[in-house]
């Protein structure tokens, strides 16, 4: 029995009032709980010399999981490395292709055949032929960008182009595949420490003036690599620096929204009222996930033990959001430790199914070479 089977027969034992709430709910966990083992074991690659370097999403797997929620078909990500989460949940990215990836496997990274690092994502905006697709029935990816806050000015772009779908009556016989009447959305993803860059700050003022439909995902773990947030980010809290851009009834602006990554009721609420508020009215947002721990620091090239204190440490462990999503389904009825832990087993086992795989599949294509 696959292992597709196994969670699908998991999830049809749930019944009672709000099944189906409780289904959807379980799926994140499994989401979080497989990509957090990537997270591990694309580790323990790297280290082990079977992959030259990695950057991994371990502590942004909930905010990411409620992030997917809002995401719809027609939207574009424009985002950065730490989002394996996010393509897992919509299933954009397989674990095996995430190694394959890691590897650098020219035959079997479909996202940019080996050329660039890993968690790096991008969908095909052309069919086989050359043609365009149409975006609007698929959720789309723009090639990822290494350089920290580049994905910024392409977020905008983006972003600008749904607001002209919907003003420019001269666009309309390209709406069809292109754009659904401007109600697209574009999402950006950045790290803390990258909003001190000024393409971030420029990013946010344009996008302020020309009241864009962008959603700016900041995923806050109070680091940049081992600079503290209080040595570079004025205030220490990038939704109180831009508390000047929010926008009120005298003029234009953006919409700040903030919530701690560990809280998945209140990620998915965020999120779902956040980016809708954001699609309808086009006005930029600012979701500010604050709290967000890594368990593995910063990348393979180095240990947060080194910068981090006992005491901060110990903090992140308590507050890991796995650790907190679980607890939460448990006090809520809507599944018990024992489900939970067995998914977690079965992730395991799942991941290292995939990565052997993906490793096979790497060692027969470069004999093929």
């Not at 709430?21 to 079977?50: A, F, M, N, P």
């Not at 772009?157 to 401007?182: D, I, V």
């Not at 699609?279 to 947060?304: A, D, N």
Request: glycine share 8%; hydrophobic share 35%; aromatic share 10%.
């Amino acid at each position: 029995m696959s292992i597709y089977s196994i969670i699908q027969n998991l999830l049809d034992q749930i019944e009672g009032p709000e099944a189906e709430y409780k289904r959807e709910v379980i799926k994140d966990l499994w989401v979080c709980l497989v990509s957090r083992e990537v997270s591990l074991l694309g580790r323990k690659e790297v280290l082990t010399g079977k992959a030259k370097f990695g950057i991994l999403g371990d502590g942004k797997e909930l905010p990411q999981v409620a992030m997917a929620r809002a995401f719809k078909k027609g939207d574009f990500r424009s985002g950065y490395y730490r989002d394996q989460t996010f393509m897992f949940a919509l299933g954009l990215c397989s674990v095996k292709e995430y190694f394959g990836q890691l590897y650098a496997d020219p035959q079997n990274d479909p996202f940019s055949g080996g050329r660039q690092m890993n968690a790096h994502f991008a969908t095909p905006l052309i069919d086989q032929e050359g043609n365009w697709t149409d975006h609007t029935k698929t959720y789309n990816v723009s090639s990822d960008v290494s350089s920290t806050g580049g994905q910024m000015a392409r977020a905008l772009g983006l972003a600008l182009a749904s607001k002209h779908y919907r003003q420019n009556k001269e666009l309309k016989s390209y709406r069809k595949s292109f754009s659904n009447k401007g109600n697209e959305v574009s999402f950006v993803t950045i790290g803390d420490a990258s909003t001190s860059e000024g393409v971030f700050w420029e990013t946010m003022n344009a996008a302020s003036v020309l009241q864009v439909p962008l959603a700016v995902c900041v995923w806050d773990d109070g680091y940049g690599i081992s600079v503290p947030i209080a040595l570079q980010t004025v205030k220490q809290n990038i939704s109180e620096a831009l508390s000047g851009f929010e926008k009120n009834k005298d003029g234009n602006g953006l919409k700040i929204f903030t919530a701690k990554a560990w809280d998945y009721p209140s990620l998915v609420k965020l999120f779902h009222e956040g980016v809708e508020e954001v699609r309808r009215e086009h006005v930029p947002g600012l979701f500010h996930i604050k709290e967000v721990t890594q368990p593995q620091g910063h990348s393979t090239s180095g240990s947060h033990e080194r910068y981090k204190s006992k005491k901060r440490l110990d903090w992140e462990e308590k507050f890991d959001c796995i650790k907190m999503f679980s607890e939460w389904i448990t006090e809520k009825g809507i599944a018990s430790k024992e489900l939970c832990d067995e998914l977690k087993e079965l992730s395991k086992i799942h991941v290292r199914d995939q990565k052997n795989e993906a490793w096979s599949d790497f060692l027969t294509s470069g004999q093929s070479r």
